[in-house]
């Protein structure tokens, strides 16, 4: 069986045909090459670019409401599977999950105003952490 394109084909009339039209339809690689080669500025070109405009910043709604303290502990222990305490790492990772709280403000506020419960708060970072899609 031919292969053409990366399709197999028979050896029939009708395999035969497919073939040389899907051959139509693929460019060599020298047609693709020379295009690509064609985009590349050649030595004396005008290589100014016209000036871009400046990207917008976001617009920052409304600022988060944080969750009261009882909320966000539970989040925590959701979260890292461990009570807060008084320790180190337990108040850098309080800071850490404070940090996130305040650049997603819409769930943030979410929590705080129990529209969504800490559970579900926890499921949606977790999936956001891991690119999952919601």
Do not use: C, H, K, N
């Not at 617009?59 to 222990?77: H, R, T, V, Y």
């Not at 650049?103 to 979410?110: D, G, I, R």
Request: net charge negative; charged share 30%; glycine share 6%.
């Amino acid at each position: 069986m031919p292969e053409v394109a990366g399709q197999q084909f028979e050896y029939t009339p009708e395999g035969i045909a497919a073939a040389e039209a899907a051959a139509v339809e693929e460019p060599s690689a020298d047609v693709m090459l020379d295009e690509l080669v064609s985009d590349i500025p050649q030595e004396g070109d005008d290589l100014a670019t016209e000036a871009l405009p400046e990207a917008e910043e976001p617009e920052q709604s409304e600022e988060a409401q944080m969750p009261d303290g009882e909320i966000l502990s539970s989040l925590f222990e959701l979260i890292y599977g461990d009570a807060l305490d008084e320790s180190v790492e337990s108040q850098e990772q309080l800071q850490d999950l404070t940090e996130l709280l305040e650049v997603m403000p819409e769930l943030s506020t979410a929590i705080a105003t129990g529209e969504i419960s800490p559970s579900e708060a926890a499921i949606m970072i977790f999936r956001e952490a891991s690119g999952a899609p919601e």
